[in-house]
């Protein structure tokens, strides 16, 4: 078993987060399915970690009905997003983890934190060893910008400093996809957030 993994599992858990480690995508995969109540609906964030583990195909094999903005054009997808906060299920990836358990998101519209912090009664935060980090909140946000960011703004398209280069320049970014930080320092009231890290490199 990954140590790193398994340190960030009982420093999640003393947050109060529900967290659990494994080996594989596929065995994350069947640990999630079995563990969400059955017929619930599944809302999904933008995630290339979710997509790479085709989550979104086995949850409706499993009966789930899902909702990804990913899947519909443009036009509806503000709509679904405000479904998706009223889902009883939501699942997502993290862009950064500390070993102290310190989840770190940089979102653009938001909907993924929100969804996070408040509205669905259970979160699925699904994370590839690649998102994990030495050090704290720093360490953390210098990982996003520099890995997670300039790859999720070239498959956006975005004409931004980080995809051209690799690197931030806030004062010439046009397009930012990095309206908000957040960081959680505790698990969110009211709710069950379970965290599952997997021993692959998943997402960016």
Request: proline share 3%; glycine share 10%; aromatic share 4%.
């Amino acid at each position: 078993m990954n140590e790193k993994l398994t340190k960030a599992a009982a420093a999640l858990k003393a947050r109060g987060f529900d967290a659990a480690v494994f080996s594989t995508a596929q065995e994350a995969c069947d640990f999630i399915l079995g563990d969400i109540p059955e017929g619930k609906t599944v809302a999904i964030g933008g995630s290339m970690t979710v997509k790479q583990m085709g989550l979104e195909k086995s949850l409706r094999e499993n009966g789930h009905e899902v909702l990804w903005h990913w899947e519909v054009e443009p036009a509806k997808r503000g709509a679904l997003l405000h479904q998706a906060m009223n889902a009883p299920v939501y699942m997502c990836s993290a862009n950064a983890l500390t070993e102290d358990g310190l989840i770190v998101q940089i979102d653009g519209n938001g909907n993924r934190v929100a969804a996070m912090c408040y509205g669905p009664q259970l979160v699925y935060v699904v994370i590839g060893r690649n998102k994990l980090v030495e050090g704290g909140l720093q360490q953390a946000v210098r990982r996003i910008k520099s890995v997670a960011c300039p790859q999720n703004a070239r498959r956006q398209g975005l004409d931004t400093p980080c995809a051209r280069t690799g690197s931030c320049d806030v004062s010439a970014c046009g397009h930012s996809m990095c309206h908000m930080t957040v960081s959680f320092d505790l698990a969110p009231n009211g709710k069950r957030t379970q965290v599952v890290l997997i021993d692959e490199e998943l997402g960016y």
